[in-house]
């Protein structure tokens, strides 16, 4: 099952693949983990992403293209594999067809900007096992009761600078990504204003139909 994840950042793709990529028995590829792994080991591509990224900029198209192919060709892709973060633009919706990759379906994650910018706020992420928490008051998930404020990080680009212009980017750039997959009959979307459960609920519904 190959599985595209669209939607503006904030809207819970990257907390809901961590939920389900288990049950359907397929990996989570995050461009955006990958490139801020690579900004960390300070690789030259981590170099060349890391000014666009802070920016709240996309990262060039074939800088990451690259990158998702090299990642697509691993061997635990064979079971399939969600994409979340990707494709960011036509042409890398382009270069993903013209790589072959058949594509089951793609969830498209309704949210409006209000609750965007209160969700990116408040998002933070452990340092040591990756997972997403957010720690406004109606946040979900709490971080388990007890972890210190030091164990959590907030992402530069989830600071009010560069959310703002993230949100301008998602939709000059992505959101025409609606059209384009909702033209190959293969788009669902789902109300990510809701509470996890139900989105996690409607997200798998959305797969199954
Ligand atoms: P979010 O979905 O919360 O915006 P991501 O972790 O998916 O965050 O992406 C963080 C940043 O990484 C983006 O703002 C962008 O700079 C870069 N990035 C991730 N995926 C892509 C992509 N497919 N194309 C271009 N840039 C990307």
Same mark, same amino acid.
């Given at each position: 099952?190959? @599985?595209?994840?669209?939607?503006?950042?904030?809207?819970?793709?990257?907390?809901i693949?961590?939920?389900?990529?288990?049950?359907?028995?397929?990996?989570?590829?995050?461009?955006?983990?990958?490139?801020?792994?690579?900004?960390?080991?300070?690789?030259?591509? !981590?170099?060349?992403?890391?000014?666009?990224? #802070?920016?709240?900029?996309?990262?060039?198209?074939?800088?990451?293209i690259?990158?998702?192919?090299?990642?697509?060709?691993?061997?635990?892709?064979?079971?399939?594999?969600?994409?979340?973060?990707?494709?960011?633009?036509?042409?890398?919706?382009?270069?993903? #067809?013209?790589?072959?990759?058949?594509? #089951?379906?793609?969830? /498209?994650?309704? @949210?409006? #900007?209000?609750?965007?910018i209160?969700?990116?706020? !408040?998002?933070?992420?452990?340092?040591?096992?990756?997972?997403?928490? /957010?720690?406004?008051?109606?946040?979900?998930?709490?971080?388990?009761?007890?972890?210190?404020?030091?164990? @959590?990080?907030?992402?530069?680009d989830?600071?009010?600078?560069?959310i703002?212009?993230?949100?301008?980017?998602?939709r000059?750039?992505?959101?025409?990504?609606?059209?384009?997959?909702?033209?190959?009959?293969i788009?669902?979307?789902?109300n990510? !204003?809701?509470?996890?459960?139900?989105?996690v609920?409607d997200?798998? /519904?959305?797969?199954?139909?």
């Open positions: 099952m190959k @599985l595209i994840f669209l939607g503006p950042p904030g809207a819970g793709k990257g907390t693949s961590q939920r389900i990529t288990e049950d359907l028995g397929v990996v989570q590829i995050s461009t955006g983990d990958l490139l801020r792994e690579a900004v960390k080991a300070g690789s030259e591509l !981590g170099k060349q992403a890391k000014g666009y990224m #802070d920016a709240g900029e996309l990262v060039p198209d074939q800088l990451v690259d990158l998702l192919k090299e990642r697509i060709a691993k061997p635990d892709c064979e079971e399939g594999f969600i994409l979340d973060g990707f494709p960011r633009t036509i042409p890398q919706a382009e270069a993903l #067809d013209q790589a072959g990759v058949k594509v #089951d379906r793609v969830v /498209n994650f309704v @949210l409006e #900007d209000q609750l965007i209160r969700r990116l706020s !408040g998002r933070r992420i452990d340092k040591v096992t990756g997972k997403i928490y /957010n720690v406004n008051p109606e946040g979900e998930p709490q971080p388990p009761a007890g972890t210190p404020a030091e164990a @959590l990080l907030q992402r530069d989830d600071k009010p600078e560069a703002a212009n993230r949100l301008v980017v998602y000059q750039q992505t959101e025409p990504l609606i059209a384009f997959y909702k033209g190959k009959g788009l669902a979307d789902i990510a !204003g809701q509470d996890l459960e139900g989105i609920r997200a798998e /519904n959305a797969i199954r139909s």
